[in-house]
């Protein structure tokens, strides 16, 4: 599973988008988990799972359907910022949420 445990500000926003999710209880959403370019191209697709899965677990447990949310791992092969300095790096691993139309 997810070596560590979700940061709190990624904690207050994810609590207010299910809040938000509620309220449409038909729509489907797919959690998309990518990673930075460190490590071999396998490890990344797992740690981008990991995340995907690590935020549809906590927004679960905030009462969203569970088959409402698909998680789908990208690794590292959509990268939105440099994978040469640390902060580009760290805006590579990310989730995102998109609803399925």
């Known amino acids: 599973g997810p070596r560590r445990t979700l940061r709190q500000h990624l904690r207050l926003q994810l609590d207010q988008i299910a809040m938000e999710m509620k309220k449409y209880p038909s729509l489907k959403f797919n959690i998309n988990g990518h990673s930075s370019q460190e490590?071999?191209?396998?490890?990344?697709?797992?740690?981008?799972?990991?995340?995907?899965?690590?935020?549809k677990s906590y927004i679960v447990n905030l009462g969203m359907e569970n088959t409402n949310l698909t998680c789908v791992g990208f690794g590292e092969s959509k990268p939105i910022a440099s994978n040469e300095t640390e902060k580009g790096r760290a805006t590579n691993r990310r989730v995102e949420i998109k609803r399925i139309d």
Do not use: F
């Not at 490590?39 to 935020?55: P, Y």
């Open 39 to 55: 490590g071999t191209e396998q490890r990344n697709m797992t740690l981008s799972v990991d995340r995907a899965n690590a935020v």
